[in-house]
C-alpha cells in the first residue's frame, strides 16, 4: 500500500472518481458530471493507492468567508487508518481562515467532532429530488422529521408559523419526545 494525496485537478481519472462515489453510496452520477463539480470546486482531495484513487473530498467556497464541504468518500477497505482524517485536515488547510459547513452521513458525525466540528441547530436544508429518497435520507438520519421541534423551542412565538401545529408540540411534551 503507497498512499498519496493531489490536491489540484490536473490528470485526473474521473471514472474512478465516480466509481468511488458509487460505491460509498454518495453519487451515481456520471465521470463527465464529477469532472464538472470536482473542476467547478474551490478545494479539492484525491487519495491514490499507488495509481489508483480510493478518496475523494471537494469543497465549494467564496475564497474568503465561507466554504461548505462536499462528497467525501473512501474505500470501506482503506477506512480506519487515518486515511479519511488527512483527507479532511488536507483539505481544510485550503479552507484555511474561513467558516465551513459540511454534510455527512450519521454514521460519520463522530469523525468530524473529532476534527472540531460541531453540530448545527439551525442549519437548513433544500434538497430537490423523489419523495422516496427524501424519506429514505430522513429514515436514515440526514434530516430531522419534518417539523421538528428542540425542546427549547417550544411555546416560542417565532416557532408556532403556519407550519407549525400546537397539538404536535403538547403531544411531543406529553410524550417526552423530544
Not at 452520477?29 to 471537494?58: C, M
Not at 483539505?91 to 474561513?98: D, I, S, T
Amino acid at each position: 500500500m503507497k498512499i498519496h494525496y493531489k490536491t489540484d485537478k490536473e490528470h485526473i481519472n474521473w471514472q474512478e472518481v465516480a466509481d468511488v462515489l458509487k460505491r460509498s453510496g454518495l453519487s451515481d452520477h456520471t465521470p463527465k458530471e464529477q469532472e464538472i463539480v470536482f473542476t467547478n470546486s474551490y478545494a479539492v482531495v484525491f487519495v491514490y493507492d499507488e495509481e489508483r484513487i480510493i478518496g475523494v473530498a471537494r469543497a465549494l467556497s467564496d475564497g474568503l468567508f465561507q466554504a461548505a464541504i462536499y462528497n467525501v468518500a473512501l474505500e470501506a477497505a482503506y477506512q480506519g487508518q487515518g486515511i479519511g482524517r488527512e483527507m479532511i485536515l488536507r483539505l481544510l488547510e485550503q479552507l484555511k481562515g474561513q467558516n465551513v459547513i459540511l454534510y455527512t452521513h450519521p454514521q460519520t458525525v463522530l469523525l468530524y467532532e473529532k476534527l472540531g466540528f460541531r453540530r448545527a441547530k439551525t442549519a437548513m436544508e433544500l434538497f430537490s429530488g423523489e419523495t422516496q429518497h427524501l424519506q429514505w435520507m430522513e429514515d436514515v438520519g440526514f434530516f430531522l422529521p419534518e417539523h421538528f421541534r428542540f425542546c427549547d423551542e417550544y411555546h416560542r412565538e417565532d416557532m408556532q408559523g403556519p407550519a407549525w401545529k400546537q397539538e404536535s408540540v403538547e403531544n411531543a411534551v406529553k410524550e417526552k419526545v423530544l
